[in-house]
Nanobody
Framework: QVQLVESGGGLVQPGGSLRLSCAASATFFSFYTMYWYRQAPGKQRDLVASITDNGSTNYADSVKGRFTISRDNAKNTVYLQMNSLKPEDTAVYYC??????????WGQGTQVTVSS
């Protein structure tokens, strides 16, 4: 079973940057489409970005031009580079695969707080 561990969150001022990492224990990681989601307090969990096995990416409109998803298959890791952060980006960020998402399986996530 795939296990995912998110890291890299923290407190940052508006306009700042963070890079989130998601380490996966998966034999066939390179074949998975990977997703980053986020959930703000009192709100539903929303899709932020995705990256396919061949590197094609998609982003939510709210983060286009500011966030970049990437992957390193040699390290079984997917990243989310977040620039020009805004207070509304404050949330717990989760990575996931389609299979785990469909089973409603989620890791602990990593907290991102954007505040002055």
């Amino acid at each position: 079973q795939v296990q995912l561990v998110e890291s890299g969150g923290g407190l940052v001022q508006p306009g700042g940057s963070l890079r989130l990492s998601c380490a996966a224990s998966a034999t066939f990681f390179s074949f998975y489409t990977m997703y980053w989601y986020r959930q703000a307090p009192g709100k539903q969990r929303d899709l932020v970005a995705s990256i396919t096995d061949n590197g094609s990416t998609n982003y939510a409109d709210s983060v286009k031009g500011r966030f970049t998803i990437s992957r390193d298959n040699a390290k079984n890791t997917v990243y989310l580079q977040m620039n020009s952060l805004k207070p509304e980006d404050t949330a717990v960020y989760y990575c996931n695969t389609e299979g785990r998402r469909n089973l409603d399986l989620w890791g602990q996530g990593t907290q991102v707080t954007v505040s002055s």
